[in-house]
């Protein structure tokens, strides 16, 4: 049985060792550090990481993965490591301290201070760092020999001020100009009564000379050669792209200002010989460029026919190849194929299948220019709202700039130059096979199935086989339920029917449907979902190689199924999940990777279902048998998981409640490895494998009294278990007496590990400072039933509340509620049922469902109708059906029962809940005399984004918990408000006093 555990002795024995530590306080937050950018070298001998504050400073940090170097690079970000694991170049931001001092004096963008370039040959000190650098790119592949960067602008010289005497002189010199241009102008209207006014007009050779419109001109692009430290420089460069296997670069430059001779040009630049070839010259806009896998194949799209300020543009698209003299326009509006009222699409990059034998290219309708003729203040501006409207009118405008660009993909073989147009209206979502080389496609549209999304929260989608030879279209099945796979070789369409609970396949080659997945016998869909819906499945891990198997979910383990449905499925994972409540997810490690192989190792992702434990295990796809594993590891595994191409070496990151994230390498190596679990215990790993810890974020938690966590589980009032979290303080001591904050949402009690950050509240009770600060947090699971969201909440949290309330170490009159969102909508609704809270805080509630009902979610666009009937409110019924559940659920019509104080906390831009959501309760129950606040971020969304604000209402958040919980004295915001004459003047509170803000 394989087993991971994690957490070095060392760091557990003296880095968090209890003792008399200090609160967190709102100044630290800054200083929170995260691991971000991670990267392991192709050979498993280095790694890349950057450690980020949550503002200042980050620091990329270059490690050997048997720790015998480390380089940091102060605020190095977006690293790349070459192919040959030999260098690794970054960005680098100029100080934080720097770019707030330019924008308090507000400096134009080109007055700013600019990143520059690092470059770094790995196990080496020394660094190449190159200034004022704008972007770079290396070869995704190749033998990382190439690297390429484009400069910003110079800086503008400094002009110098001219003396008194100087300015005399230039001032007589601007008066004999006007002189002669006066004198010019008499000679002209002389000129023209003698000989007519046709000598005013300008010659043709004057015309053409001035009809350039001024560009943005390109800067100055770097070649290096990072093996000898040669660079060669282009000088205009807009633009460049590397091939993947680093043998070609496309450099686009724009024409000169200055001179006219020096148009827009591609150029082809030969690595391998360091020849120049020029693709195209004299175009008002290129873009779109792709090479093909072999980098011997360039296509992109260009317009070269307009004017620049031209309403309307036709643009085209052309082909490179070495041995041409210059690229060959390959499709335009007159192309064999091209459908009538179709261009080509400067939306869609093309795309060459991997055997470079296709092209596939996006076309798009052309769509009538503006009549710039008309007056804007003369003419109506509305929208018109339609029944029979695929989408509704918000929608429509919130996808707007999607559905101008969306194009249709059309493709060309060979060198044919016939169009072959694939996507369309009723088809507008095209998907290749075999990476690009199959003759065939998938297209699907939800076309004639878009009105009933309105009220059941998705589309249905009509699914086609579409040939890429000819075009001809083979209807696979209409009305599906997304999701729809096409396998990677093409061979098969997959799909998951939620009324039958199976899935199945469609065999492109025969035309035959397969219920794949009937002899299983047990569920492949969420057995615990509690929406009034039907559940979803718990998906497709991967497909096979050669489309030979498919890999489908069950709640624990993974099913090997013959996409033929000829042989009976088995599990992956030998049950071994359902027998111990294991849940086996597979991760990728490989971002290239398109199916499993023969001889892959997969990566799971495990947790214990019971106790939360989880962890990775390791499957050698060689092997007959599944070893299971056994997670026992009290950690948290990051959501990044990467392997180095040619060896066994894999970085992620690990936490736990109290240990921040710490990025680790598992090798196949035994050489100083650590493998000590979380308890201090050691242990080994089966097939040598071995744990390394690289570096661990945040030492100064040390110095703060930090939180634990456990697993509740209690009794609801229905009966039924439920489980939470419960954090307390470090140095928790059960002879007090704490007060409690219940946070909620729905489900959390599998995050038991994870590791909580001290950081700005974007709408909820930050937990690591409420803990530190003497609070407890529970957090607790909430079960629904169909047409009672209100009072499941009720079942949960006041079950749960009057459990702890039992302990003697909770203050039972010192309990509070806080919650965002759908916790805000069950916050607002349980101060209408029970007076056992002494606060409460809402953020962006629904509190009135009948009028939020046929509401529109602004963010999107969409009709709230589905996720009152279906999704999470989970009514179950129309308004007209059941008018009784949504009075009944809404705490407006209850909100005379309130005696518990409440805050509010709705922004005006919020574009998931109404803005009047959160006014017309704070209305009701200012009129009822209640104790009700209002916080208003000024243009915030549903959470806030913007770390001023942030800070300002965590500082609200625990000044009003800490008088209602603690007996604290009212803040001046709390007590007596803050008129309009005060807004950006006093804030009511002592937060400009207080340090770090």
Known sequence: MRKLFSIPALLLAGLFASAQKKPLTHAVYDGWQSINERYISNNGKWVVYTITPQEGDATLVIQATDNSYRKEIPRGYAAAITEDSRFVICKVRPLFSATRDAKIKKKKPDDMPKDSLAIVEVGKDAVLRIPRVKSYKTPEKGNGQWIAYLREKSPAAAVATPDSLAQVNNLLHMADSLARVVDSLRNKVNDAKINGLAVLKASKKEGRAKTGEPVEEGTELVLRNLFTGEEKQF???????????????????????????????IIWYSLSNGKTDTVLRGFNDAKNFKLDETGNQLAFIAERDSSTKALQKFYKLWYYRPGMDSARLRVDRNTTGMAKGLTVSDAFVPEFSRNGQKLYFGLMPIRKPKDTSLVDFETARLDIWHYNDDYLQPQQLVQLNTELQRSFRAVLN????????????DAEAVFTADEGNADRVMAASTKGNRIESQWVGYPKYNVYIISTIDGSRKTVKEKIRSPIMLSPKGNYVIWYDPTQKNYFTYAVNTGVTTNITKSIKVPLYEEDDDHPDDPPAY???????????????????????????KTAPRTLTSGYGRTHKFIYRYTSTDKEEKFISDTQTVVFRVQNEVNKQNGLAYHNMKDTAFRGYDPTGRT??????VKAKNRYAYLYTMESFKVPPMLVTLLDTMVEA????????????????????????????????????ELVKWTMFDGKQSEGLLYKPEDFDPKKKYPVIFYFYERYSDQLYTYRAPAPSASSVNIPWFVSNGYLIFVPDIHYKQGEPGESAYNAIVSAAKFLAKKPWVDSTKMAIQGQSWGGYQVSYLVTRTNMFAAAEAGAPVANMTSAYGGIRWGTGLNRQFQYERSQSRIGYTLWQRPDLYIRNSPLFRADKVNTPLMIVHNDADGSVPWYQGIEY??????????????????????????RNRKDLSIRLGQYFDHFLKGAPAPRWLAEGLPATSKGIDWGTELEEQKGF
């Open 636 to 641: 948290q595994i990051g959501l990044q998981v």
């Open 922 to 947: 704070f209305t009701a129950l200012r009129r009822l005399g209640k104790k009700v606040w209002l916080l208003q971020y000024n243009g915030e969304d549903h959470n806030l984004v913007e770390r």
């Open 235 to 265: 000088l205009l460069v807009n633009d460049y792209y590397f091939s993947k296997p680093g043998n070609t670069c496309i450099i686009e430059t724009t024409r000169s200002n200055a001179d006219t001779l020096k148009k827009a040009s």
């Open 539 to 565: 998906g497709i891990m991967k497909w096979h190689e050669n489309d030979k198997y498919v890999y489908v979910y069950d709640r624990y383990d993974v099913w090997q199924c013959d996409p033929e449905g």
């Open 414 to 425: 060979g060198d044919e130059n016939k169009v072959i147009q694939l996507g369309a209206e």
């Open 674 to 709: 650590t493998n000590i679990d979380i308890n201090g215990s050691k242990k080994l790993f089966k097939d040598s494998l071995f744990i390394r810890e690289l570096h661990i974020t945040n030492p100064q938690q040390n110095d703060y009294n930090w939180l634990t966590c």
